[in-house]
């Protein structure tokens, strides 16, 4: 693995008890470096989470980054106020944006970090085209719309496509997969490429969330040295 790539776990707060949010959030803070924060239309997908107040409420809570996933299909109309809830990046997907180019350059404009998702049934080739103007792919290895779900093992072929393609072009766009991550999932992801981890219900869903983040990030060094 090239030096300059990071291996981050991003605690999704799907799983939180959002009554108790940020002392969740407090919890994790000195050993991550991003929240992931799911945004769910009722649309694009088949459930309802969180939107903007809760982001603007982290924002007062926290200095790490809010790694927004937005799951919705009208993304483009409240990037400005995403950014000004205090998101650092947003994540749309591919399936609502088959050409991403003016939603991530109004992103850009914004001052928002961009990256581009794709769900399961969709193939690599079809961000390809986009990867150099994003900063962040999310394979996701789950139907996105609910935390605790089975991963998907074919997430891990379009990881592996991800990497080859960021490696040979010469880019640091970070590889995030999203959805059943946990101790038994961590390192096979990693050997895929990936190096942001979403992890929800293996996080907050635990009795322990520090625990079990040093866990994975144990589980993802031991990786590393091998
Ligand atoms: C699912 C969301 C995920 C979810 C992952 O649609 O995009 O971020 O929180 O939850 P776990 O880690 O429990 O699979
Ligand atoms: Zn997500």
Same mark, same amino acid.
Not at 79 to 108: C, M, W
Not at 206 to 224: F, G, H, K, N, T
């Given at each position: 693995?090239?030096?300059?790539?990071?291996?981050?776990?991003?605690?999704?707060?799907?799983?939180? $008890?959002?009554?108790?949010?940020?002392?969740?959030?407090?919890?994790?803070?000195?050993?991550?470096?991003?929240?992931?924060?799911?945004?769910?239309?009722?649309?694009?997908?088949?459930?309802?989470?969180?939107?903007?107040?809760?982001?603007?409420?982290?924002?007062?809570?926290?200095?790490?980054?809010?790694? #927004?996933?937005?799951?919705?299909?009208?993304?483009?109309?409240?990037?400005?106020?995403?950014?000004?809830?205090?998101?650092?990046?947003?994540?749309?997907?591919?399936?609502?944006?088959? $050409?991403?180019?003016?939603?991530?350059?109004?992103?850009?404009?914004?001052?928002?970090?961009?990256?581009?998702?794709?769900?399961?049934?969709?193939?690599?080739?079809?961000?390809?085209?986009?990867?150099?103007? #994003? $900063?962040?792919?999310?394979?996701?290895?789950?139907?996105?719309?609910?935390?605790?779900?089975?991963?998907?093992?074919?997430?891990?072929?379009?990881?592996?496509?991800?990497?080859?393609?960021?490696?040979?072009?010469?880019?640091?766009? $970070?590889?995030?997969?999203?959805?059943?991550?946990?101790?038994?999932?961590?390192?096979?992801?990693?050997?895929?490429?990936?190096?942001?981890?979403?992890?929800?219900?293996?996080?907050?869903?635990?009795?322990?969330?520090?625990?079990?983040?040093?866990?994975?990030?144990?589980?993802?060094?031991?990786?590393?040295?091998?």
């Amino acid at each position: 693995m090239l030096p300059f790539v990071r291996n981050l776990i991003a605690p999704s707060i799907l799983a939180a $008890d959002l009554a108790r949010l940020g002392e969740e959030v407090d919890l994790v803070t000195p050993y991550v470096d991003l929240i992931h924060v799911d945004v769910m239309d009722g649309h694009f997908v088949p459930n309802l989470s969180l939107g903007i107040p809760v982001i603007a409420s982290l924002r007062k809570t926290t200095d790490l980054k809010l790694d #927004c996933h937005l799951m919705m299909q009208n993304a483009d109309r409240y990037l400005p106020e995403f950014r000004e809830a205090g998101a650092d990046s947003v994540t749309v997907h591919i399936e609502v944006y088959p $050409d991403p180019r003016p939603v991530a350059q109004a992103a850009r404009d914004v001052g928002l970090e961009v990256g581009i998702a794709f769900n399961p049934p969709t193939e690599f080739s079809e961000v390809e085209p986009f990867v150099e103007l #994003c $900063d962040m792919l999310l394979v996701m290895s789950v139907h996105p719309g609910f935390g605790g779900q089975a991963f998907i093992d074919d997430s891990l072929r379009k990881v592996e496509e991800a990497r080859n393609f960021v490696e040979s072009h010469d880019l640091l766009t $970070d590889i995030e997969i999203d959805g059943g991550i946990g101790p038994a999932t961590i390192g096979k992801a990693k050997d895929a490429g990936a190096n942001v981890f979403v992890a929800g219900s293996s996080v907050f869903g635990q009795e322990d969330p520090v625990a079990a983040v040093l866990e994975l990030q144990r589980l993802i060094e031991s990786r590393e040295s091998r």
